[in-house]
T-cell receptor
């Protein structure tokens, strides 16, 4: 079991649907991350939140909309996705925040997303 | 753009032998490096990390070596076991926008032969 919980584990949606991915951690970490991982590829960074503020957006299309309601929760809102967006979406958290020393990330097991 | 790691190779080792997995990085501003293990259907799992002011760090059965001169990182696994079979990623961390940004290498699949 991981300390970062992602729901749902699997999601199938059509290109016109709106859905959300959820991530939760209770380790007191102040940095949270979204990654996209295609099969047999490394995770690719999408967004970084630090102290509930978006600090990095890796030029992700606007059909992906992140949200950090509080220090324990991270959402990824999906709308009008394309088939090529099918992937494993990973959430991670770390103690790293503004001015903090580096610490390793803790990952959830991801949401397997399939776009029909 | 910046990149970390080699094209995904597969390393096959006999059970009980030592394994060495290599990684190259290109961002000279990176000052923190992590090795992750990813098993099928799971997220990456932290193995060991090293900061740029060190060149070697040891954990339980694992050792990470950092050569900043040639921007090279390696993970050594002693007495490799069947449970070590997985994909291994290195990741480099650098400060960006007041927080830390991590870029993953392409990964190495480790197969342990009985």
């Amino acid at each position: 079991d991981t300390e970062v919980t992602q729901t749902p584990k699997h999601l199938v949606m059509g290109m016109t649907n709106k859905k959300s991915l959820k991530c939760e951690q209770h380790m007191g970490h102040r940095a949270m991350y979204w990654y996209k991982q295609k099969a047999k590829k490394p995770p690719e960074l999408m967004f970084v939140y630090s102290y509930e503020k978006l600090s990095i957006n890796e030029s992700v299309p606007s059909r992906f909309s992140p949200e950090c309601p509080n220090s324990s929760l991270l959402n990824l809102h999906l709308h009008a996705l394309q088939p090529e967006d099918s992937a494993l979406y990973l959430c991670a958290s770390s103690q790293t925040g503004q001015g903090a020393s580096n610490q390793p990330q803790h990952f959830g097991d991801g949401t397997r997303l399939s776009i029909l | 753009g910046e990149s970390v790691g080699l094209h995904l190779p597969t390393l096959s080792v006999q059970e009980g032998d030592n394994s060495i997995i290599n990684c190259a990085y290109s961002n000279s501003a990176s000052d923190y490096f992590i090795w992750y293990k990813q098993e099928s259907g799971k997220g990456p799992q932290f193995i060991i990390d090293i900061r740029s002011n060190m060149d070697k760090r040891q954990g339980q059965r694992v050792t990470v070596l950092l050569n900043k001169t040639v921007k090279h990182l390696s993970l050594q696994i002693a007495a490799t076991q069947p449970g070590d079979s997985a994909v291994y990623f290195c990741a480099e961390g650098s400060r960006s926008s007041g927080t830390y940004k991590y870029i993953f290498g392409t990964g190495t699949r480790l197969k342990v032969l009985a």
